[in-house]
């Protein structure tokens, strides 16, 4: 079931196509990244989701009312005058529900202001009005989120944590009669996209490039795994030619092995047992060959192998 | 917290009300005070032996002095402050904050324009308070029942220029723009005012009309500018909610 479906979004301003037409589908309890390069028309498909802006073309099927549709923005502004926790409780009291101070503590604990809860938002940093931008955004008990690069004001482990809750809140839990929530992410960093989210539509121009799972994405390009281990890696070598879902295995430099396999998901399921079984001390394993990152400077038609003005054009 | 609570909150942090009623009481208290010290002041210092001679300063006369001060100084800080108070727009993410939670711009302008107006209104009372209590001491008893009617003149004329303001503030992005339009049009006004044939309708006719109803027999006209004033400032708030309600952020 989807939560969320577009039918030939499309959007300009004046002569500039921000939206030419994208046909979006967000399955419910999804956790959907939406990636592309600067001004690839991110923004300005979230904001026409959040009821900011009018469509200038194209329909939009939401699986819920619109006031169970939060938006977080990628710079959230608050009034100044403000605390974190009047913040939370206005964003609450503003959708009309009922005043709940012990869930707004939860939601401050849950995105880590719980410390600076009394404090105006007037002196926070960015980092922390995203933190409560994404603290806004949940209050309400949302059906969709949609979050704007929420992690990119935060520092590493900043990152990881709020990643952590967006993937969270679209686990489902058995004790939420209304089931879990739908989250679209945008995000410049692959990584978090690759991190926590399963599905994934690339944007480049104001279009849509691909639409689909992470895993397949992967798998369409970059059928290929590298193991590093120490040496020798002579027992392991023989193991994984033996293994039905390798295609074949070399042996690159020492200790370090390309599996070029036949089936991505028994892959990934098999190989700890396989070096398990042969007593290897893995140093690293990932991926041979292109990476999302490729894939996606392939996609968008970006990247730092195109010449600066073609790329800048991209963007 | 809900709309109502929050603009209330607004208007004490902001100090945007102690603004409002410092400039009406100053207003208020000082404006009797120069008159009853005028005559003294034109003739103090080195005058080469010209002596100034002034008809006695009157209760009147010091009425007259603050409904010219309110008219003016009280306009403009009430423009002001109401600006910077109901630009809703000027900062993107956080129209967008109050957009995606009151989807209805009836809901997102309503508590702002009447909160921020009902401080207007107050200060306007503690300052007509003030004068009267000044101009009492100084010279003597002020019609009250006059006074009142007069007061709820000026309240209908700061009604008025809120509404202008807010209507401005759903075209304009910035304070600086609402209030620089609401000002221009509120001297527009005070300018077609002196052609005759009009002036008794226009709303400006209503912000000094405060001595006008403690002089007996003066006010006579002043219902016009009471419909147009009305009139105007729902019009101006329904026109504003339009406004909103088509604007993308």
Known sequence: MSALRTQGLAKAYGRTQALAGIDLDVPAG????????????KTTALEILAGLRRPGAGQIRLAMPQDRVAYAPDAPEFEPWLTAAEVVDVAAGLLGRPRDQAAVADILRRVGLADAARRRVGGFSRGMRSRLGLAAAMIGGPL??????????????????????????????PADPEGPVTVIVSSHDLGDIERICGRIAVMARGRLVYQGGVGELLAQASP????VVRPPAGTLLAALSAAPWAGSVTQVSPGELRIDVTDQDEAERRLPAVLADCGARLIEVGRAGPSLQDIFFDLTGTGPSRAPAEAMAGT | MGPWRLELIRAWRTRRMIVLLAAFVIVGLGD????????????????DGVHVILPRQTALDAITGVAGSLAELGTLVVAVVAAATLVFDGRPALAAFYRTRLRRPVRL??????????????ALAAGILAAWYETTVLFGAVPAASLAAGSGLEALWFCFVTSLVVAFASVAR???????????????????????????WLPTRLSDSLPDLISPGSAGDIWHAVLVAAVGAAVLVVAAVWRLGRREL
């Open chain 1, 144 to 173: 969709l989120l949609l979050a704007d690069e929420p992690a990119a004001a935060l520092d590493p482990g900043g990152r990881l944590e709020v990643l952590e809750l967006l993937a969270g809140l679209a686990s489902p839990d």
């Open chain 2, 32 to 47: 009797p005070v120069l008159t009853y010290l005028l005559p003294r002041l034109v003739n103090r210092g080195p005058r």
């Open chain 1, 224 to 227: 290929a795994l590298r193991v």
């Open chain 1, 30 to 41: 999804a956790v959907y990244g939406l990636i592309g390069p600067n001004g690839s028309g």
């Open chain 2, 109 to 122: 302008v309503l508590p702002r324009y009447l909160v921020l107006t009902a401080a207007a209104l107050l």
């Open chain 2, 174 to 200: 910035s304070a600086g723009a609402a209030a620089g339009s609401a000002i221009a049009v509120l001297l527009a006004l005070a300018l077609l005012g002196s052609v005759t044939v009009i002036s008794s």
